[in-house]
């Protein structure tokens, strides 16, 4: 399968605890990027690479939110301190342009 | 904002075509319209997208209104798996890379 991967697929952690998700974007894409999704809404977007340099952050992305992609291939996502409302799936995209973004399965993330 | 609107739900039947319409009033010249859709416990799978004029590919065709003001999404014969969240997004320059969703119009294709 050539697809976007996203691991762990399922995650269940405790408030306080610190997370790290990890995605495998296309081979060729240079350009990755995270969303994160509650149950009922859509996909909000939270930050954006192209190759290894984070060119974009949403104001959702709090201090206690991380992103790298240091060799421009895999990216990871880290929560610290995990809260209760960081319960999401996290979504992570890659793609050649602006206009076709492909999406990976998702990491379900929750926090007890 | 996603400054797209859409029907919170609509229904077809099996075999038969869906129309699934979006209102973008504010779009300027220069704004794509994308289509994706995310099926159950899925991530977003990207339909179809367009500027100006209609396309079409092998998943669905998209009709853009001639003042760009609206587009609608066309599957022109529904099956089960088709059965998922739409989502019309403004992919907007000014916005950079991101797409930026809303709550999208959720389909249930009826056998």
């Known amino acids: 399968d050539t697809g976007v991967s996203q691991n762990p697929r399922h995650k269940i952690t405790k408030r306080g605890q610190n997370v790290t998700f990890r995605c495998d974007p296309i081979s060729e894409h240079n350009r990755l990027y995270w969303y994160r999704q509650t149950l009922g809404q859509g996909p909000e977007f939270l930050t954006y690479f192209q190759n290894e340099a984070q060119l974009e952050k949403s104001r959702l992305l709090s201090d206690r939110f991380s992103a790298e992609r240091p060799k421009g291939s895999f990216s990871t996502l880290e929560i610290q301190r995990t809260e209760q409302g960081d319960s999401a799936m996290y979504l992570c995209?890659?793609?050649?342009?602006?206009?076709?973004?492909?999406f990976g399965p998702g990491t379900r993330l929750t926090v007890l | 904002d996603a400054k797209t609107t859409q029907p919170n739900s609509m229904e077809s039947n099996e075999e038969e075509p869906v129309h699934l319409p979006c209102n973008h009033s504010?779009?300027?010249?220069?704004?794509?319209i994308h289509w994706y859709r995310q099926l159950p416990s899925q991530g977003p799978e990207y339909v179809i997208h367009?500027?100006?004029s209609n396309v079409n590919n092998r998943m669905a065709s998209l009709a853009i209104a001639e003042d760009r003001k609206s587009s609608t999404l066309i599957l022109h014969r529904a099956t089960l798996r088709d059965a998922a969240v739409y989502y019309c997004i403004r992919g907007e320059e000014t916005s950079g890379s991101r797409l930026t969703f809303g709550e999208g119009t959720q389909l249930t294709v009826n056998p």
């Open positions: 504010t779009i300027s010249g220069t704004d794509y």
């Open positions: 367009g500027l100006t």
């Open positions: 995209a890659s793609s050649l342009d602006r206009l076709l973004q492909f």
